[in-house]
């Protein structure tokens, strides 16, 4: 939808068009959630939202949701390429969801069009709807919208695009209708200093949580993509000098993630100095027990580490819960990261009260 948004602004000011969205994606398939295709009244048709198999049908959904003014929602799954049935031969399944723009739309439009060129991370939230609503969300905003505000705002901290909220129509019990969330942001970054199993399995982790994974050891032998597949980068360099690199080209921010995994003193204290001087990062977290850290604190402060900012440090990184091997350690760590983003207290949902989803 980015790429055509300049488009759609026009479009909807001459006349109502047709905003067809790939809203759910599962298994194997052509597009991600997100991926657009206009169709105007005239039947000009702007972008695809796969190889050819299903932008017929979705045409003709198009033409209907024009006619009437009702949004409607079509799932495509497996079908064979030589077969008769509308669907994808990839193996996938997805979602469309195809709704009526107009001029009424144009103020919200604008709105994002311009957060985008500000480079202002920006979400537009819609209802799934035979009458969709509208709202474009940013990180500060804090005004409640069909009990779904709270989920929507971290799925753009994390810079993803998803489907919150139920089937159900909105109740006094449950006013959480189905409402699509396309994220305009980079994903937040999670940067792991080490090459470790530990590294490797908080990668994998991290990267299903949708961040950016970046791996960065100083070790050549030890830091290559075959070693760390989820990563989405894997970077042979000094952690600390790397981090600073990053900062300066301003690729850091609020959202970040920084764990030193390192175990070595010469990698993690230099790391940790240099993430602590960067006010901006969300998350700072060491591995290692507790005598591990004692010792680390103490060279820190040599470092010239105030005591404000070791209280930034989490170490030991992880909740209790008792792990051992690297896979439920990186669990721990990722459910504190979660906890810590969240405001959530990290209690069993069991000795709490009110409600789960706050």
């Known amino acids: 939808m980015r790429t055509m948004l300049e488009q759609m602004v026009h479009l909807a000011d001459r006349g109502p068009v047709a905003l067809a969205r790939i809203v759910d994606a599962t298994g194997p398939g052509p597009r991600e959630p997100g991926a657009a295709m206009v169709v105007t009244a005239d039947g000009e048709v702007l972008g695809s939202l796969s190889g050819g198999c299903i932008e017929a049908a979705v045409v003709e959904s198009a ?26 031969t990839c193996g996938g399944e997805i979602e469309v969801f195809v709704e009526r723009v107009d001029d009424t739309r144009l103020s919200v439009l604008s709105a994002l069009r311009a957060a985008i060129a500000a480079g202002e991370p920006v979400a537009l ?14 990180l500060g905003d804090s005004e409640p919208w069909h009990g779904v505000d709270r989920d929507a705002r971290a799925l753009l901290a994390a810079g993803r695009s998803g489907v919150i909220g139920s089937d159900e129509c ?16 980079a994903p937040a970054r999670m940067i792991l200093a080490g090459a470790n199993d530990f590294v490797r399995a908080l990668a994998r982790i991290g990267r ?43 690729r ?14 010469k990698f993690d204290v230099p790391m940790l100095v240099a993430a602590l001087g960067i006010e901006s990062i969300g998350f700072i977290g060491a591995l290692g ?31 209790d819960l008792n792990a051992h091997t690297p896979d439920e350690t990186a669990i721990s760590i990722a459910a504190q990261i979660l906890a810590e ?15 789960i989803h706050r």
Request: charged content about 25%.
């Open 208 to 250: 299903q949580l949708g961040y950016r994974i970046t791996v960065v050891d100083a070790r050549e032998t030890f830091a290559t993509p075959a070693r760390f597949p989820s990563a989405h980068e894997v970077v042979v360099d000094w952690p600390d000098r790397y981090l600073s690199a990053e900062h300066a080209a301003g």
């Open 252 to 265: 850091i921010d609020g959202r970040t993630v920084v764990c030193v995994l390192t175990h070595d003193t």
């Open 125 to 138: 939230a819609a209802t799934l709807a035979a009458v969709p609503d509208w709202k474009l969300l940013r």
């Open 289 to 319: 027990s507790r005598r591990t850290h004692s010792e680390r604190v103490a060279r820190l402060r040599t470092a010239g580490v105030t005591d404000d900012q070791l209280a930034r440090v989490k170490s030991p990184l992880g909740l």
């Open 341 to 355: 983003r969240g405001g959530g207290s990290a209690r069993p949902l069991a000795l709490t009260d009110g409600p």
């Open 63 to 88: 033409r209907e949701v024009l006619a009437n003014g009702h949004a409607v929602s079509d799932r495509f799954g497996y079908a064979e390429a030589d077969g008769f049935a509308v669907g994808l």
């Open 170 to 185: 909105e109740t006094v019990q449950a006013p959480r209708p189905r409402v699509f969330v396309q994220t305009f942001a």
